[in-house]
């Protein structure tokens, strides 16, 4: 199948500060690429989906100034989790498809700690 | 709303053991319906799907089968090896209740781990 890259895997950041993780399709242009969350013992909870060139359509209560999400490219998307506090603390997986009604394949996630 | 209902692990069996993992689902139209996995440092990926009642999804020895009656998708394999330890998780797609966006729904995801 297909790659998709997420950068990366894990950090660690200070309460306040800003964190920008990648989501790169590597062999493949993805017309659209998916955010999720997922918090411990919880399901994946899809965030925002994003189209190249367009705004990101964020689910319902995800703040959008909070989770800025810009997908430049055909092949990268990044989501910045800003002023992160320790309730932001999760583990956040990226996914991409070529076109509508194909199949989406997943990044290996990042686990974000905000201490 | 859409919900993926999934057994909660940690499931441990011993090599050559039959493997159950239930995933129930509550949807408003009739939803596609996966399972995932995801090994250790990767991705997930999908395993199997379904796209209407009575298919039976299959691959690597896997299989579910897409039950409306009981609104049910378990996954199951007959004799699980080491290298089937992951987690799996159960997830359904609403074009229906998603005004034709094929965004996923999952379960929480089950731990399986396999001992020689």
């Known amino acids: 199948g297909a790659v998709v890259s997420q950068h990366p895997s894990w950090v660690i950041c200070k309460s306040g500060t800003s964190v920008k993780i990648e989501c790169r399709s590597l062999?493949?242009?993805?017309?659209?690429m998916f955010w999720y969350r997922q918090f411990p013992k919880q399901s994946l909870m899809l965030m925002a989906t994003?189209?190249?060139?367009?705004?990101?359509?964020?689910e319902q209560g995800v703040e959008k100034d909070k989770f800025l999400i810009n997908h430049a490219s055909l092949t990268l998307s990044t989501l910045t989790v800003t002023s992160a506090h320790p309730e932001d603390s999760s583990f956040y997986i990226c996914s991409a498809r070529q076109r509508v009604h194909t199949e989406a394949f997943f990044g290996q996630g990042t686990r974000l700690t905000v201490v | 709303g859409d919900s993926v209902t999934q057994m909660e692990g940690p499931v441990t069996l011993s090599e050559e053991a039959f493997l159950t993992i239930n995933c129930t689902y509550t949807?408003?139209?009739?939803?596609?319906l996966f399972w995932y996995v995801q090994y250790p440092g990767e991705g997930l990926q999908l395993l199997l799907k379904?796209?209407?009642?009575?298919d039976k999804g299959s691959n690597k020895g896997f299989e579910a089968t897409y039950r409306k009656e009981t609104t049910s998708f378990h996954l199951e394999k007959g004799s699980v090896q080491v290298s089937d330890s992951a987690v799996y998780f159960c997830?359904?797609?609403?074009?229906?209740?998603?005004?034709?966006?094929?965004?996923?729904?999952f379960g929480t995801g089950t731990r399986l781990t396999i001992i020689p």
């Open positions: 994003s189209n190249e060139g367009s705004k990101a359509t964020y």
């Open positions: 997830a359904l797609s609403d074009l229906v209740s998603n005004f034709g966006n094929e965004k996923l729904t």
């Open positions: 062999d493949f242009q993805a017309t659209t």
């Open positions: 949807a408003t139209g009739y939803p596609s």
């Open positions: 379904a796209t209407k009642a009575d």
